[in-house]
């Protein structure tokens, strides 16, 4: 379950640190067993899809 209490005041600094953010929290939950490798891989392809997306945007 996610605890909204540890991220408060350190949200949001930069998409960047979001974005790496939440690959390390997919990675801890792939490393866990809660997801399966299909899930892992399609939602990491997400996540580098939305980070390469933002990236080009501020260009």
Do not use: P, V, W
């Amino acid at each position: 379950m996610f605890d909204s209490s540890k991220t408060r005041g350190s949200c949001c600094i930069n998409h960047q640190s979001h974005s790496d953010s939440a690959l390390d929290i997919l990675n801890e939950r792939y490393a866990r067993g809660e997801i399966n490798s299909e899930e892992y891989l399609e939602r990491k392809r997400e996540l580098t899809e939305q980070k390469q997306t933002i990236s080009i945007k501020k260009r």
